[in-house]
């Protein structure tokens, strides 16, 4: 029994092998995953579009004295 080298022959060839029974309860699982993910994404855009952030708490203020430009050749180099 050689196995392909190749990823879609190996797939092919791992699903022949693979007794009815068992495909069929992968292919159950599959669909649950699918009906779960499919619910979720429907779910996702109306409350994406309704989020706002607000980072007002978060941000600081910087000030800088000297020559910006100086300052970041030297970080560079």
């Known amino acids: 029994m ?6 879609r022959q190996r797939a092919l ?3 022949d092998q693979m007794p009815t029974e068992v495909l069929q309860h992968v292919v159950s699982l599959l669909e649950v995953f699918w009906k779960e993910l499919g619910d979720k994404a429907d779910a996702s855009p109306d409350t994406n579009s309704e989020r706002s ?3 007002s708490d978060l941000a600081g203020c910087l ?3 000297g020559d910006a430009v100086k300052a970041q050749r030297s ?3």
């Open 2 to 7: 050689q196995i392909p080298s190749d990823l």
């Open 13 to 15: 060839w791992l699903l």
């Open 63 to 65: 000030q800088w004295k």
């Open 75 to 77: 970080l560079r180099d």
């Open 53 to 55: 952030y607000d980072f």
